[in-house]
Nanobody, 121 residues
């Protein structure tokens, strides 16, 4: 089995910064995409940023210039660096990854349990 575990959420004042971490563990042969989504109360889950194993990251327009994404392939981890946070960034942030457990199994998408980020004004 594969698990994604997020950490780093919390309460921060507007203008502050947070770094979210996500670690993938279990039976893992390869990881293609790793990324972050968020879901605010009463809204649909939306993509925030993602990064492929060997290409440049993609950042949503709503957070471009404030958020960056990075990954540590050796540790199967992805990070979301959030700066200049705004109250509208308040949401549950979910880690997402496309993982192949063995060279012959199909790729599957996995999700973390989510971590709450609350930005106070």
């Amino acid at each position: 089995q594969v698990q994604l575990v997020e950490s780093g959420g919390g309460l921060v004042q507007a203008g502050g910064s947070l770094r979210l971490s996500c670690a993938a563990s279990g039976i893992i042969d390869s990881i293609n995409m790793m990324g972050w989504y968020r879901q605010a109360p009463g809204k649909q889950r939306e993509p925030v940023a993602h990064i492929m194993s060997t290409s440049s990251p993609i950042i949503a327009d709503s957070v471009k210039g404030r958020f960056t994404i990075s990954r540590d392939n050796a540790k199967n981890m992805v990070f979301l660096h959030m700066a200049s946070l705004k109250p509208e960034d308040t949401a549950v942030y979910y880690c997402n990854a496309e993982i192949q457990s063995t060279p012959t199994t199909r790729w599957r998408a996995y999700w973390g349990q989510g971590t709450q980020v609350t930005v106070s004004s």
